[in-house]
């Protein structure tokens, strides 16, 4: 097979997140519909972008879509989360994956504000720190409905001792009131 001839998938995926954290939202969507619509198992395997032969591993570059979508960057070591979704959607909802957890965000815009909800599936979460895009405004945290201390302002958050949020716990960012 000659190189000229082939797809590399993983480099199309690195191309449309690309496009996205760049703020091109729609280039990069409309790279990664192009790129699903050829594997939509119709006439290829879905589970199986082949280059460079069967189950290349470059194709794992389509999670990066994800992190560029929800803007979610998680440093494990100084415990510290950042959310700024591509695009300011007024809802967002996806999974998200750290060192020692998962599950889902929750992200709302609407008249009355910024709602978050950060719900650990599996294993936990740890957060200090927790930096927000995307929005104004003083916010409140509540961990399964009871209030956290926290300073900083809208953009940043600081819980002074870490939060950790177990598996079946949501951690509830809001507007203040």
């Known amino acids: 097979m000659r190189y000229c001839d082939e797809v590399w998938t993983g480099i199309e995926y690195q191309v449309a997140a690309h496009a996205i954290i760049e703020g091109e939202v729609e280039t990069g969507l409309r790279l990664a519909k192009a790129l699903r ?72 815009m609407n008249d009355s504000g910024l709602k978050i909800d950060l719900i650990c599936a599996n294993g936990r979460f740890i957060i200090k720190h927790l930096s927000i895009g995307n929005q104004g405004g003083d916010l409140t945290a509540e961990l399964d409905g009871r209030g956290l201390a926290v300073t900083g302002d809208a953009e940043a958050l600081d819980f002074g001792d870490p939060v950790t949020v177990n598996a079946g716990s949501i951690l509830s960012i809001r507007p203040a009131r």
């Open 37 to 108: 619509d050829r594997y939509d198992g119709s006439r290829r395997n879905p589970y199986n972008e082949i280059e460079c032969g069967d189950h290349y591993s470059r194709a794992m570059a389509g999670w990066s879509l994800l992190e560029a979508l929800t803007g979610v960057r998680y440093n494990g070591l100084a415990h510290a989360l950042k959310i700024s979704p591509a695009g300011s959607p007024e809802l967002l909802q996806a999974p998200v994956v750290f060192g020692d957890g998962w599950g889902t965000l929750c992200w709302q």
